[in-house]
């Protein structure tokens, strides 16, 4: 089992202070795996690679929370155009957005 310091979660957490929605991948299944797991759902491997979505895809719904307590804050379901669905901030999918934007040959701008 993974120590606290490298557990699949804490890695994704870490990529999402950076501003990055991180992944994992199956090289058995040949698909993406979300949510972070230590083995993969499709075939039990525990052979998962992480990578970091370009921020494109689907968002087919949003919302607003409104915590009992804080400020309330949107969320949008997106498919994203690696192969999975998330539930995500709509501040950090903006983020990704602009990334995947800028990083975009001029031409398909």
Same mark, same amino acid.
């Given at each position: 089992?993974? @120590?606290n310091?490298?557990?699949?979660?804490?890695?994704?957490?870490?990529? =999402?202070?950076?501003?990055?929605?991180?992944?994992?991948?199956?090289? $058995? $299944? /040949?698909?993406? *795996?979300?949510? !972070?797991?230590? =083995?993969? !759902?499709?075939?039990?491997?525990?052979?998962?690679?992480? &990578?970091?979505?370009?921020? =494109? /895809?689907?968002?087919?719904?949003?919302? *607003?929370?409104?915590? $009992?307590?804080?400020?309330?804050?949107? *969320? #949008?379901? *997106?498919?994203?155009?690696? /192969?999975?669905?998330?539930?995500? /901030?709509? #501040?950090?999918?903006? @983020?990704?957005?602009?990334?995947? &934007?800028? =990083?975009a040959?001029?031409? @398909? &701008?």
């Open positions: 089992m993974p @120590s310091r490298d557990t699949p979660l804490k890695t994704y957490l870490d990529h =999402l202070a950076r501003g990055e929605l991180a992944y994992q991948y199956s090289p $058995a $299944a /040949g698909r993406a *795996v979300f949510y !972070p797991r230590v =083995l993969c !759902p499709f075939t039990g491997s525990d052979r998962l690679e992480w &990578r970091i979505s370009k921020g =494109l /895809g689907t968002v087919h719904a949003t919302t *607003v929370v409104h915590p $009992a307590e804080g400020k309330p804050f949107n *969320v #949008a379901l *997106v498919d994203c155009d690696e /192969g999975f669905r998330s539930a995500i /901030g709509l #501040a950090l999918l903006f @983020s990704l957005f602009e990334k995947a &934007r800028m =990083l040959p001029r031409s @398909s &701008r």
